[in-house]
């Protein structure tokens, strides 16, 4: 959802408009939409796109063949064998030389260079060749994609063990101590002997921080509120501290917490720990966000929060705190 990335950069970047991320990912291309983590879109930085592109690749994301599937319609579209998909994915390239195309105006290209076998299956699910495109500028409600190496200024590929190895690395710097499982779930299987690590006892359980890593800053007292999906959130493994039981109760009660769990859920933050919900409703001239606290919280802090968002968004706050 882009309207998650923008809002988890207005949570960290001061005096930052929703329409400076827009200049930076269509004007200026400093940022760029992609799959990455987890098969999933994300925005980063230009210059890190091929980083984590290949490490992507090298977890092995990529099918090398398609089975049989049935898509959203009910049509079940025939399998894909490697040299097929193969041949779909060079037309691709070659489809994007020098153009950025909707989902639609791609597929067509695709067909007329590899025929009409998987039209179906083209035209209703791309995620088999997303891996390696990212986003050009929408046409309205629709998507455009682009190739890389021609979207990203100043493109340079990166080793697929190098750019894996620095993703472990940074991972292990945010998020440490953690352990391999947490990071299978937020990137992918990968051994953490790609780096150099010291192994740690978390309250009972064994876990890993790079090396020499011991400097952890002192807890701050601190009130945020996270959007949906933020990164702290998808990032933090150990729910059972990051969500106390009386946030876990309105979690398995609120629609999203019911279907998604945490990660769907927008979580006011108490000194880094889930201290109730939000959600928000944006008016054409304000934003209306109201807070479920699970325990009391200065409401100061939750206006400055709700005033953070409604500044991005260019319109005025309105709290309301239950």
């Known amino acids: 959802m882009q309207a998650s990335a923008e809002l988890q950069l207005a949570a960290r970047v001061n005096e930052l408009g929703q329409q400076d991320v827009r200049d ?85 290209a695709v067909v007329e260079r590899v025929g009409r076998k998987h039209e179906g299956r083209l035209r209703s699910g791309f995620a088999f060749f997303t891996g390696r495109l990212v986003h050009g500028p929408p046409q309205g409600s629709r998507i455009t994609l682009a190739r890389p190496d021609q979207w990203v200024r100043g493109w340079r590929p990166v080793d697929e063990q190098k750019a894996l190895r620095e993703v472990v690395r940074r991972f292990l710097w945010a998020y440490g101590p953690a352990r391999p499982s947490d990071f299978r779930a937020w990137f992918g299987e990968v051994s953490f002997d790609l780096v150099d690590v010291d192994e740690v006892d978390v309250e009972g359980h064994r876990a890993y921080i790079l090396s020499g890593d011991t400097d952890f800053p002192e807890q701050q007292k601190s009130v945020r509120l996270l959007p949906e999906y933020d990164v702290y959130v998808m990032g933090f493994r150990e729910r059972e501290q990051l969500v106390p039981e009386p946030v876990r109760t309105q979690v398995a009660a609120d629609g999203r917490g019911r279907y998604e769990g945490p990660a769907g859920v927008r979580f006011v933050s108490a000194d880094g720990v889930a201290a109730g919900l939000w959600r928000r409703k944006k008016r054409a001239k304000h934003l209306e966000i109201t807070v479920a606290t699970a325990r009391r919280l200065r409401r100061g802090d939750l206006e400055r929060e709700a005033r953070r968002y409604a500044e991005f968004l260019g319109v005025e706050p309105v709290l309301t705190v239950e």
């Open 24 to 108: 930076a990912l269509w004007r200026d291309r400093t940022l760029v939409k992609a799959w990455t983590l987890r098969g999933t879109l994300h925005l980063h930085p230009a210059d890190e796109v091929a980083l984590w592109l290949a490490a992507r690749r090298a977890v092995g994301n990529e099918a090398k063949e398609l089975e049989a599937w049935p898509d959203p319609k009910g049509v079940v579209h025939p399998p894909v064998a490697a040299e097929e998909l193969a041949h779909i994915q060079s037309a691709v390239w070659d489809a994007l030389d020098g153009k950025v195309l909707s989902r639609d105006e791609l597929a067509t």
